[in-house]
């Protein structure tokens, strides 16, 4: 199973993320856990990404595909992945999918489209900044972390829907509840397929 999340800053693409890599035993890659480990680390790629991450802004697509390529490579050979923060812009797509139509057995099955209104976005962000301290969780840079999606992000839904990868789930739903109704579009997706 080869998944990709795609949803805006506080949606719960990581907390899905996580359950359904648990549930379909594949890797949960995380492009920023991978990054904030790199930046904690002090290595070169982490000090290069972290005044792009303080921003708020995406990291360069040379920086991600250096850190992020050798893990979806071994998640592919043992089961798959979740893909949770890249790619991130239509370029990052097109390239993603050149790619793995020369890697047999990497090329993504699903892309799951979480749906959650920008005003719970911005409380969910703003609640997870007083709980965990993240940097990135200050409301200014929240607000632009939301418009940097909704102008890089969101156009690549169209690509991916055009290969009939997509599945749109409401996320503003309980926990539990989005998990369900991930796992039912994502296999309802498969059965058709097969």
Same mark, same amino acid.
């Given at each position: ?109 699903? @892309?799951?489209?979480?749906? %959650? $209104?920008?005003?719970?976005? =911005? &409380?969910?962000? *703003? /609640? ?49 509840? @989005?998990?369900?109704?991930? %796992? $039912?579009?994502?296999?309802? =997706? &498969?059965?058709? *397929? /097969?």
């Amino acid at each position: 199973m080869r998944l990709l999340m795609v949803a805006p800053p506080g949606a719960g693409k990581g907390t899905q993320a996580v359950r359904l890599a648990s549930y379909y035993t594949i890797a949960h890659l995380s492009s920023g856990d991978l990054f904030r480990k790199e930046v904690a680390a002090g290595s070169e790629v982490g000090r290069r990404a972290a005044e792009f991450l303080a921003r708020g802004d995406l990291v360069p697509d040379g920086l991600v595909l250096q850190v992020l390529a050798p893990h979806v490579l071994d998640a592919a050979a043992h089961g798959g992945y979740v893909l949770d923060g890249y790619p991130r812009t239509l370029a990052q797509a097109e390239e993603a999918h050149e790619v793995a139509g020369r890697i047999s057995g990497v090329e993504l099955q699903a @892309v799951v489209h979480l749906e %959650v $209104g920008r005003d719970e976005l =911005l &409380r969910r962000l *703003l /609640a997870r900044a007083a709980q965990d301290g993240r940097a990135d969780d200050q409301e200014s840079v929240i607000h632009h972390r939301l418009d940097v999606y909704d102008r890089e992000t969101a156009p690549m839904l169209g690509f991916y829907a055009s290969r009939g990868l997509v599945v749109d789930v409401d996320g503003e739903g309980a926990v539990d509840e @989005v998990f369900e109704a991930i %796992v $039912g579009a994502v296999d309802a =997706l &498969r059965a058709g *397929l /097969a």
